[in-house]
């Protein structure tokens, strides 16, 4: 997987969210269940940037059963695999 199958769909103060586009034959119209969430392409990475993500990672986790909250699927360093509300 490279970053060109994915599209921007927001962007923060230190990260960017991306959608996978879907491959052909499937339609722009289909459902996404899930979204990337990595560090802002252009930032510099540090350790405040990975203990910032690593927290975001806790708190999806340790709230996994509020509505309110997305669902996290992985956690790498300054990225963040989780449930997308589109």
């Known amino acids: ?3 060109s199958d994915y599209r921007i769909i927001g962007s923060g103060g ?3 969210a991306w959608l996978p586009l879907p491959p052909p034959p499937f339609s722009i ?5 899930a979204a990337l ?4 392409l252009f930032k510099d990475y540090d350790t405040l ?5 690593r927290m975001d990672a806790l708190v999806m986790e340790r709230l996994t ?8 699927y992985g956690h790498c360093a ?3 695999f989780d449930e997308a509300f589109v």
């Open 1 to 3: 997987t490279k970053m």
């Open 14 to 16: 230190y990260m960017s």
């Open 29 to 33: 119209t289909r459902t996404t269940v």
């Open 37 to 40: 969430k990595t560090l802002k």
């Open 49 to 53: 940037h990975m203990e910032k993500s």
């Open 65 to 72: 059963s509020s509505p309110h909250i997305a669902d996290i």
């Open 78 to 80: 300054t990225s963040i």
